[in-house]
């Protein structure tokens, strides 16, 4: 620090600031965790200098060796920890992961076929004629994908994303009974929709995914499986899902994301089968320009720690960690839904304490609980104010955090928003986003969790 203060002081201040802030504060976002300091040091150094563009071996600028090193690498662990024939480590993030994944699958799946079909072997070799029609049949593509307010995120072919844009896309949800996956309903809209992509994968559903009935789906109706397990690919790692709930072996393309309960640097991956592998090593230059070279030697870092025994430890604690917390929410009358959790997420409804997830999230933080307001299914408040709060194990889990300690964080919680109120507008209207917190109580929730 003394080194960047010398050229940017402000940039040290807010380095200090941020390490004292999590310090003082319950990291409870579910999409959050603390990398090792192995993971954080390999992604400050010369790599980061470095331009590699292309693939191990076949790279567009000489001296590329050290980085062939690490990409191979990273890729041969996850291949190994995920069970995967294939992995591309470049993606700078999830939504580039996913962006890659799109376009690989549209160029394995509409681009060959039509090149084929007009007797080219290359974009550059067709028609007009033909060029007007590929064009044609890659922009009139289909995904199906798990709605956002049931738990799916933004790149699963939303509007505000690219995905929204590139693809016609149509939502499958929750039961609205239990809040749990219907694939009944899966399949009929698969069969009445027919998408060329059955996406599965969330940023907020507290269940687990069946993702050999996914694939029997996409199958009966030629779908290509694409799963997200940005969230939950630490309990892949870690063994906590298995058989049918681990999507490697049953999706086509699985992509990631590695920050989250992966414990890696910030980036994606995506792992496919054979026949995709191709297309996907051409995200760069289809999507992706040089890679992060000292990002893809950290992911090689934080895969290594992945294959550890202790990481299987580390992930069971997750979802057990997480069980605690929801059945201490439950017991002291928080709506948890779905009624409790088989991943790293509790979604509470706040909507019983008279407040917003919004009000929720804001006296939470006052209190030193740093949480992010979710929608909950069919919310009445929509994605802005919402009724829900999402919690996450992952990051408290890393800190050593057990189940009893996750049972008084959960009184924590509950102390909060019991003492929360909405008040008014200036204007005197009711307000979705004002609110008081009882005194004493920030300072009180903030001592207690310093003691955890
Ligand atoms: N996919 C899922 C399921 C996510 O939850 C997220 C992020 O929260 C992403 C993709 C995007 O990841 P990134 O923020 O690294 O682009």
């Known amino acids: 620090l003394e ?9 040290a201040g807010a380095i200090r600031s941020e390490l004292a802030d999590q310090r003082a504060s319950l990291k409870l976002i579910a999409s959050e965790n603390y990398a090792s300091p192995a993971v954080l040091l390999t992604m400050g150094n010369w790599f980061s200098d470095k331009y590699a563009e292309g693939t191990v071996g076949h790279r567009f600028y000489a001296g590329c060796q050290n980085v062939d090193t690490v990409e191979k690498l990273a890729a041969d662990h996850a291949k190994e920890l995920f069970g995967a024939p294939h992995a591309y480590v470049q993606p700078h993030s999830g939504i580039d992961a996913n962006l890659v994944a799109f376009w690989a699958i549209l160029a394995q799946r509409i681009e060959s076929p039509a090149l084929a079909e007009a007797g080219a072997k290359h974009v550059n070799d067709l028609s007009d004629q033909d060029w007007a029609n590929l064009r044609k049949a890659l922009g009139d593509q289909k995904m199906l994908g798990m709605s956002l307010d049931a738990g799916g995120h933004l790149t699963h072919g939303f509007r505000p994303n690219i995905s929204g844009k590139m693809f016609h896309q149509t939502s499958y949800g ?9 694939y009944d309903e899966v399949a009929r809209l698969a069969r009445e929709f027919k998408p060329l992509i059955l996406m599965a994968g969330y940023s907020a559903y507290p269940r687990k995914v069946n993702f050999a009935k ?22 892949v ?6 058989d049918d709930f681990n999507p490697v072996p049953h999706a086509h393309v699985t992509t990631t994301t ?6 890696g640097p910030r980036g994606g991956m995506v792992l496919c089968q054979p026949e995709y ?22 992911k090689a870092v ?23 917390l929801a059945e201490g929410l439950m017991k002291r009358g928080t709506k948890v839904v779905t009624d409790g959790t088989e991943n790293h997420i509790v979604l509470l409804d706040v909507s019983s304490y008279g407040i917003t997830g919004r009000q929720a999230e804001s006296a939470l ?81 903030r001592a207690a969790a310093a003691e955890l």
């Not at 790692?237 to 298995?242: E, H, I, L």
């Not at 592998?277 to 950290?298: E, F, K, Q, W």
């Not at 934080?302 to 057990?320: M, W």
């Open 3 to 11: 080194v960047i203060g010398a050229v940017e002081p402000t940039v």
């Open 174 to 182: 929750t039961d609205p009974e239990t809040g749990l996956l219907d």
């Open 214 to 235: 996914m694939r029997e789906i996409a199958d009966e109706v030629g779908a290509t499986l694409m799963v997200d397990m940005a969230h939950f690919a630490g309990l």
């Open 237 to 242: 790692a870690g063994k906590v899902f298995t």
């Open 258 to 263: 590695t920050h989250k309960s992966l414990r």
């Open 277 to 298: 592998a191709d297309a996907v090593d051409r995200g760069c230059p289809m999507v992706l320009g040089g890679p992060l070279s000292h990002v893809m030697a950290a």
């Open 302 to 324: 934080a895969l290594a720690e992945a294959k550890l025994p202790s990481f299987q430890t580390y992930a069971g604690n997750v979802a057990d960690n997480a069980v605690s």
């Open 365 to 445: 933080l006052d209190a030193g609980i740093v949480t992010n307001r979710n929608a909950v299914p069919r919310d009445p408040n929509g994605a802005w104010y919402t009724s829900g709060v999402r919690i996450g194990t992952p990051a408290l889990t890393s800190r050593g955090f057990g189940a009893d300690d996750f049972d008084r964080v959960a009184e924590l919680i509950v102390d909060v928003l019991s003492a929360t109120t909405p008040t008014n507008t200036a204007a005197g209207a009711p307000s979705k986003a004002k609110y008081v917190l009882a005194d004493g109580v920030a300072g009180k929730t």
